[in-house]
């Protein structure tokens, strides 16, 4: 039973423009998400995380959004780079102490220069 | 400077023999962690351990047995290998801070392939 939800396998982008990846989520417990990125051949490295009590977090060209009532969450990058072609993947965990990460499958997103 | 390594990056063996993979943090980090990414692509949590401690031993199979000999090391010995345990192994490590909400920084993965 899959927790976490990256129904989008791929995307693709032109550089400069907005890329957008989605999450949604099924267990309420979770309240606090995080998103990893991928390249291949190395392992997942944090990008950027958000707790339930926000519904929005920015960092340069990413921001996260969380919708708690949908339980959906988005990453955006404004403006889109070629360099961040990788696999980015939605993660969620529950109460204090808890070091315990459910992700999802990831998302293959490709910048087209 | 490596922050988490994992030895050996792949690892190609014989069904029912025995290997070990080996991983370090040199962040200072209390937590280390144990991910299994299967073919279906999913990143799943093996195993955690604080401070030497267990803390996390999800529903893994107890052929897989970790050690952590100190905070630094977490080292995975799997038994009897099985064709089902191909996929990439990931280490990771975090800090336990107040709230649990560390991020874990992640090694580079062992690619781990049973013939």
């Known amino acids: 039973d899959q927790q976490v939800k990256q129904n989008s396998p791929s995307l693709s982008v032109q550089e400069g423009r907005i890329s957008i990846l989605n999450c949604d989520y099924t267990?309420?417990?979770?309240?606090?998400f995080l998103w990893y990125k991928k390249y291949p051949a190395e392992g997942p490295t944090f990008l950027i995380s958000?707790?339930?009590?926000?519904d929005k977090n920015e960092d340069g060209r990413f921001t996260v959004f969380l919708n708690k009532s949908a339980k959906h969450l988005s990453l955006h990058i404004v403006p889109s780079q070629p360099g961040d072609s990788a696999v980015y993947f939605c993660?969620?965990?529950?109460?204090?102490?808890?070091?315990?990460?459910?992700f999802g499958k990831g998302t293959k997103l490709s910048v087209i220069p | 400077d490596t922050a988490v390594s994992q030895t050996p990056k792949y690892l190609v063996t014989q069904m029912g023999n025995d290997k070990s993979i080996k991983c370090e943090q040199n962040?200072?980090?209390?937590?280390m962690y144990w991910y299994k990414q299967d073919s279906k692509k999913f990143l799943k949590i093996m195993f955690s351990y604080n401070n030497k401690e267990l803390i996390i031993n999800e529903t893994v199979p107890n052929r897989f047995s970790p050690k952590s000999p100190d905070k630094a090391h977490l080292n995975l010995h799997i038994n009897s290998l099985e064709l089902g345990d191909s996929a990439v192994y990931f280490c990771?490590?975090?800090?336990?801070?107040?709230?649990?909400?560390?991020?874990?920084?992640f090694g580079p993965g062992t690619r781990l392939t049973v013939l």
């Open positions: 993660a969620a965990c529950s109460g204090a102490g808890s070091y315990q990460l459910t």
């Open positions: 962040l200072g980090h209390d937590t």
């Open positions: 990771a490590s975090s800090y336990q801070l107040a709230g649990g909400r560390g991020e874990q920084f």
């Open positions: 958000i707790s339930s009590i926000k």
């Open positions: 267990n309420s417990m979770f309240d606090y």
